[in-house]
């Protein structure tokens, strides 16, 4: 999917010179597509059925025909019955400039679908997409116009809402991945238009838009995603030890560092052991006891716990995770959480990378 959307629009065409519908040789060359198969064609194979396909062609005809001014039907010979030879038919003249505005708008269409081949694989998106371009030809004074605002509103919905559900088909970060370069490629198709002189107005806002919710989107989903495994993690560790449960409650989802990554790093350092007793001596760099787990807990401050979270709670949490007993007739049993050692405190930062 290299391309956002179809980056061919009416300016395209309107930058051509267009006498004859031979001229439009010119324009089906330009735009890259390969020719295989005439514009009825592909417009019939999208709308897949020939019925509904000339319905709508007599639908036109009759409609250019209602919209031609009364004053110059009434000098129609054919019409009046004065004459019976078709070449008097005051409409042929309407139905041959109309043919060639019906055909650049087909053109318009085919491109559109070409350049996004890869997102409107559907036939019944494609048949939906058929049905929307006959409604977009409207009919005054015996002309025909094509309404590319509204094709294009109507054309862009569609896109948006196909993106919308390969997106969420996809991995999280491959989504992520995919809409970044969409929208890469649509600030590119931006400056290019403007630098050749193309008038966009605001054609493009919503797109932009879209894409930047979907980025907001994706981020937030990643972020969950991401606090939701930690907390899988942590889960998966209580499940080994029970004594983790007061910890994790206090760890926070959005923590830079988990709980599990921790007690990983603190085993294969020897600080504490698979059944998370504290192992180190007295003469360790990084303390021992109640020492040690209140300096590993003022360096997690603000990395793995909220500052506001009160000090007793942590203390108690720590001790009971890691098996230290505390003697809860002493006042104040878990002061030492509130400041710990600033030495130790050092060479746990230093070991976490916090």
């Known amino acids: 999917m290299n391309k956002y959307f179809f980056n061919v629009d009416k300016t395209t ?22 020719r295989e198969e005439d514009v009825h064609s592909l417009i019939k194979k999208y709308l897949a059925d020939d019925e509904k396909y000339d319905q709508w062609m007599q ?16 000098k129609c010979n054919f019409c009046n019955g004065d004459s019976i030879n078709e070449s008097d038919k005051i409409c042929l003249q309407y139905y041959n400039k109309a043919e060639t505005e019906i055909l650049i708008a087909a053109y318009f269409f085919i491109i559109s679908i070409h350049n996004n081949a890869e997102v409107f694989s559907s036939e019944l998106v494609l048949q939906d997409l058929a049905f929307q371009f006959f409604k977009s030809l409207e009919y005054e004074k015996g002309m025909v ?11 862009s919905i569609c896109t948006m809402e196909i993106l919308r559900s390969i997106f969420k088909s996809m991995d ?16 590119f198709e931006e400056i290019r238009a403007k630098l050749q002189g193309m008038v966009l107005t605001d054609q493009l806002e919503p797109h932009k838009t ?17 606090k939701r495994t930690q907390i899988i993690e942590s889960k998966e560790d209580v499940v080994i ?13 959005s923590a ?4 599990s990554e921790v007690l990983r790093i603190g085993l294969e350092n020897k600080i504490w052991d698979e059944d998370y007793n504290i192992i180190t001596k007295r003469n360790s760099i990084y303390g021992s006891g109640k020492s040690l787990l209140s300096s590993l807990a003022v360096a997690l401050r603000h990395t793995a716990y909220p500052d506001s979270i009160d000090y007793k709670k942590i203390g108690q949490a720590f001790c009971e995770a890691f098996n230290i007993s505390i003697n809860e007739n002493t006042k104040e049993p878990y002061k030492s959480f509130t400041t710990g050692n600033p030495k130790y405190i050092k060479q746990f930062k230093r070991l976490l990378k916090i």
């Open 13 to 34: 065409f309107e930058s051509l010179t267009i006498n004859s519908i031979d001229d439009l040789d010119q324009i089906f060359n330009t735009s890259g597509v390969a």
């Open 59 to 74: 639908y036109i005809m009759q409609s250019i025909h209602n919209s031609i001014p009364k004053e110059i039907i009434g």
């Open 145 to 155: 116009t094509f309404n590319y605002k509204k094709f294009y509103d109507y054309f």
């Open 172 to 187: 999280t970060l491959d989504s992520l991945d995919l809409i970044n370069d969409l929208k890469e490629e649509l600030n």
């Open 210 to 226: 879209f894409l930047n919710n979907q980025i907001t989107y994706y981020k937030n989903k990643s972020d969950l995603e991401s």
């Open 241 to 253: 030890n029970n004594r983790l449960s007061l910890l994790i409650d206090i760890w926070s989802v």
């Open 256 to 259: 830079k560092l988990s709980l």
